[in-house]
């Protein structure tokens, strides 16, 4: 299966600071997903983005599939964006796999 | 409209029982899926549903089953409960089996003592 790989494993950032988000994948895909897990555990999805670049508000995100990466960018990060961010691409087998996510914590 | 509903929320269960976890999807979309997070990792895929069939499972055991129902909505049964089963279990629903955006319930949080 498709091996996922996010970092950095941990993220600490001053409220208003900029931060990218990385995931790299092994295997080519036709769907990858960005989600936001709050401390609740409830899984919002972000982006749905198998290629390209899309733009939703602070956030953004680039998928380059042939160099097997996706970026999220957070601007003017707020202490709302804390929480664990979880790329999942899919392939094939339409099923996604999660990465490990990234633990993002805004600081006041 | 009203989101991916699961319940219950919260449940503990005993070492060798059986559970039995409930999802709604959202109106119109016609594939479930099942996944299972574990305390500090990110979710695994259990399984896929689309019009009541299956069309993925994951790497769980036979203990681990899971059905559509005609108007879309889903079980997940646990048989012989261990303790390792104790874990948020998410289910998500998309318009169809294809791959497009995915949108999570709240989940189930089970724990086994």
């Known amino acids: 299966g498709i091996q996922v790989e996010q970092s950095p494993p941990d993220l600490i950032l001053q409220e208003g600071a900029n931060s990218t988000l990385r995931c790299n994948f092994s295997?080519?895909?036709?769907?990858l997903q960005w989600f936001h897990q709050n401390p609740w555990g409830q899984l919002i999805n972000l982006f749905y983005i198998p290629s390209g670049t899309k733009q939703n508000g602070r956030l953004s995100a680039t998928t380059v599939a042939t160099e097997r990466y996706s970026l999220l960018y957070i601007s003017s990060s707020q202490t709302t964006d804390s929480g664990v961010y979880f790329c999942a691409p899919s392939g094939s087998a339409r099923q996604l796999t999660f990465g490990s996510g990234t633990q993002l914590t805004v600081l006041p | 409209d009203a989101g991916v509903t699961q319940s219950p929320t919260h449940l503990i269960k005993t070492r060798g029982q059986q559970v039995t976890l409930r999802c709604s999807p959202i109106s119109g979309h016609k594939s479930v899926s099942w996944y299972q997070q574990v305390l500090g990792q990110g979710p695994q895929f259990i399984f896929q549903y689309y019009e009541k069939e299956e069309r993925g499972r994951g790497n769980f055991p036979d203990r681990f089953s899971a059905r559509q129902f005609p108007n879309y909505s889903s079980e997940l049964n646990v048989n012989a409960l261990l303790l390792g089963d104790s874990a948020l279990y998410l289910c998500?629903?998309?318009?169809?089996?294809?791959?497009?955006?995915?949108?999570f319930g709240e989940g189930s949080w089970l724990t086994v003592v």
């Open positions: 295997d080519s895909v036709n769907n």
């Open positions: 998500a629903s998309s318009r169809d089996s294809s791959g497009n955006t995915i949108y």
